[in-house]
């Protein structure tokens, strides 16, 4: 490698450090780790239910879920947003709060469930698990409704 590039990978690496830092001073540890590895992420292949809502800060949402439809047990959750990091760590942690749980318990998680396990979030981003909750309710409430 040259002096150019070793010089580069240097400001790299200074770069990320002084942004890792800064993320640690607003965000927990849950949230900082949550948004870079999120837990379900992603589409699923022919999910019982799944669907997708807007926020009111522009952000989507979608879950999809395999229920076992014999007694309404959510056995695999995934979720995909378009949305922030805080919002990628809320449907991450509501779609492990989620796994095996039935449609009734899970349909009692409430944001302020999520902002616990993440440790809070700052008051720009208290929205975020809210997105994911409305969203997980407009997926159970989705498939409630198929059943009838
Ligand atoms: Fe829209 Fe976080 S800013 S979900």
Redesign the pocket.
Known sequence: MNNLDDQFEEFVKNLQKEIDEEESKIFSKRVIELSHSPKNWGKMENPTVEDKFL?P???TMQFFLKINEKDNVIMKITFI?D??G??VASGSQLTIKAENKSIEEASKIRPNDILKVLEGLPSS?T??PV?AVNTLDKVLKKYLESKK
Do not use: A, E, I
């Open positions: 926020g800060c522009g952000d947003t949305g922030c805080p919002s981003h929205h975020c997105l």
